[in-house]
Protein backbone atom coordinates (compact mmCIF):
# COMPACT_ATOMS: atom_id res chain seq x y z
CA UNK A 1 0.00 0.00 0.00
CA UNK A 2 1.23 3.13 -1.06
CA UNK A 3 2.06 5.93 1.57
CA UNK A 4 -0.36 8.75 1.96
CA UNK A 5 0.17 12.22 0.57
CA UNK A 6 1.86 14.63 2.92
CA UNK A 7 -1.36 16.97 2.13
CA UNK A 8 -4.11 14.07 3.14
CA UNK A 9 -2.17 13.20 6.06
CA UNK A 10 -1.68 16.26 7.71
CA UNK A 11 -5.57 16.95 7.17
CA UNK A 12 -6.51 14.07 8.25
CA UNK A 13 -4.50 14.69 11.42
CA UNK A 14 -5.77 18.59 11.82
CA UNK A 15 -9.34 18.29 10.40
CA UNK A 16 -9.93 16.02 13.13
CA UNK A 17 -10.08 18.44 15.34
CA UNK A 18 -13.71 20.80 15.04
CA UNK A 19 -11.64 24.12 15.66
CA UNK A 20 -9.10 23.71 13.05
CA UNK A 21 -9.93 25.18 9.41
CA UNK A 22 -8.25 25.21 6.36
CA UNK A 23 -7.70 27.60 3.30
CA UNK A 24 -5.62 28.03 0.28
CA UNK A 25 -2.41 29.80 1.36
CA UNK A 26 -1.67 32.84 -0.31
CA UNK A 27 1.54 31.95 -1.93
CA UNK A 28 -0.18 28.54 -3.37
CA UNK A 29 -0.22 25.21 -1.26
CA UNK A 30 -3.12 25.32 1.60
CA UNK A 31 -2.91 26.61 5.12
CA UNK A 32 -4.58 25.77 8.29
CA UNK A 33 -5.89 27.98 11.48
CA UNK A 34 -7.39 27.48 15.09
CA UNK A 35 -9.55 30.46 15.38
CA UNK A 36 -7.61 33.45 13.35
CA UNK A 37 -3.99 31.77 14.35
CA UNK A 38 -1.86 29.88 11.75
CA UNK A 39 -0.95 26.76 12.91
CA UNK A 40 1.60 26.32 9.71
CA UNK A 41 0.87 25.49 6.05
CA UNK A 42 2.04 23.08 2.81
CA UNK A 43 3.91 23.86 -0.11
CA UNK A 44 2.41 21.60 -1.96
CA UNK A 45 3.96 17.75 -1.11
CA UNK A 46 7.33 19.35 -0.21
CA UNK A 47 7.91 21.87 2.57
CA UNK A 48 5.80 22.61 5.65
CA UNK A 49 6.49 25.83 7.04
CA UNK A 50 4.92 26.25 10.63
CA UNK A 51 5.19 28.96 13.52
CA UNK A 52 6.37 27.94 17.31
CA UNK A 53 7.15 29.70 19.96
CA UNK A 54 11.03 29.87 21.34
CA UNK A 55 11.04 27.13 23.96
CA UNK A 56 9.22 24.88 21.21
CA UNK A 57 11.09 25.82 18.10
CA UNK A 58 15.08 26.73 19.65
CA UNK A 59 14.99 23.06 20.74
CA UNK A 60 13.45 21.53 17.56
CA UNK A 61 16.03 23.09 15.07
CA UNK A 62 19.09 22.48 17.38
CA UNK A 63 18.01 18.69 17.20
CA UNK A 64 17.89 19.00 13.24
CA UNK A 65 14.14 18.47 13.01
CA UNK A 66 13.03 21.54 11.57
CA UNK A 67 15.33 24.42 9.63
CA UNK A 68 14.98 27.82 10.56
CA UNK A 69 12.21 29.53 8.20
CA UNK A 70 13.52 29.33 4.64
CA UNK A 71 12.54 32.77 3.75
CA UNK A 72 13.05 34.79 7.43
CA UNK A 73 15.25 32.61 9.53
CA UNK A 74 14.97 34.96 12.38
CA UNK A 75 10.92 34.65 12.65
CA UNK A 76 9.77 32.06 14.93
CA UNK A 77 8.81 30.50 11.94
CA UNK A 78 10.23 26.95 10.98
CA UNK A 79 10.53 24.73 7.70
CA UNK A 80 10.94 21.22 7.41
CA UNK A 81 11.09 19.40 3.93
CA UNK A 82 9.71 16.67 2.39
CA UNK A 83 12.32 14.28 1.27
CA UNK A 84 10.35 10.93 1.20
CA UNK A 85 7.45 9.16 2.82
CA UNK A 86 9.41 8.45 6.00
CA UNK A 87 9.28 12.86 6.70
CA UNK A 88 5.76 12.66 6.17
CA UNK A 89 4.75 11.23 10.03
CA UNK A 90 7.41 13.80 11.35
CA UNK A 91 5.82 16.80 9.80
CA UNK A 92 1.97 15.26 10.82
CA UNK A 93 4.02 15.45 14.39
CA UNK A 94 5.14 18.96 14.16
CA UNK A 95 1.73 19.80 13.08
CA UNK A 96 0.45 18.51 15.91
CA UNK A 97 2.78 20.47 18.27
CA UNK A 98 1.94 23.38 16.28
CA UNK A 99 -2.25 22.96 17.04
CA UNK A 100 -2.08 21.78 20.62
CA UNK A 101 0.19 25.33 20.87
CA UNK A 102 -2.55 26.98 19.08
CA UNK A 103 -5.31 25.47 20.89
CA UNK A 104 -3.96 26.53 24.67
CA UNK A 105 -3.25 29.96 23.74
CA UNK A 106 -7.09 30.10 22.45
CA UNK A 107 -8.23 28.54 25.65
CA UNK A 108 -6.33 30.64 27.56
CA UNK A 109 -7.73 33.57 25.49
CA UNK A 110 -10.92 32.56 26.18
CA UNK A 111 -10.47 32.30 30.26
CA UNK A 112 -12.21 34.48 32.54
CA UNK A 113 -11.07 38.14 32.32
CA UNK A 114 -10.17 37.61 36.03
CA UNK A 115 -6.97 35.13 35.36
CA UNK A 116 -3.95 35.18 33.21
CA UNK A 117 -1.46 32.82 32.41
CA UNK A 118 1.67 32.34 34.87
CA UNK A 119 5.10 32.83 33.83
CA UNK A 120 6.59 31.22 30.90
CA UNK A 121 7.66 27.63 31.27
CA UNK A 122 11.34 26.68 32.49
CA UNK A 123 13.79 26.59 29.58
CA UNK A 124 14.73 22.85 30.24
CA UNK A 125 11.27 22.04 30.02
CA UNK A 126 10.73 19.64 26.57
CA UNK A 127 8.17 20.91 24.81
CA UNK A 128 5.68 17.72 25.72
CA UNK A 129 5.73 18.49 29.36
CA UNK A 130 4.81 22.06 28.69
CA UNK A 131 1.99 21.24 25.75
CA UNK A 132 0.43 18.43 28.52
CA UNK A 133 0.77 20.01 31.63
CA UNK A 134 -2.15 21.85 32.84
CA UNK A 135 -2.05 25.78 32.55
CA UNK A 136 -1.34 27.90 35.80
CA UNK A 137 -3.42 30.55 36.30
CA UNK A 138 -3.03 34.00 38.64
CA UNK A 139 -5.48 36.12 39.96
CA UNK A 140 -5.19 39.53 38.86
CA UNK A 141 -5.28 41.82 42.81
CA UNK A 142 -7.92 44.93 42.25
CA UNK A 143 -7.22 47.94 43.96
CA UNK A 144 -10.16 49.16 45.78
CA UNK A 145 -11.23 52.75 45.82
CA UNK A 146 -10.83 54.11 49.55
Do not use: C, K
Not at 31 to 49: C, K, M, N, P, S
Not at 117 to 144: F, G, H, Q, V, Y
Request: aromatic share 4%; hydrophobic share 40%.
Amino acid sequence: MEAPSLTAAVRTALLAHPEVTEASHRFGGVVFHVGRQEIGHLHGETLADLPLPPHIRDPLVASGRVSPDHVAADSPWVSRRVHGPQDVEEIVELFRISYEHAAAQAALAGDDEDQEAAADPPPNATWREILTSPPRRLLRRRSRDR
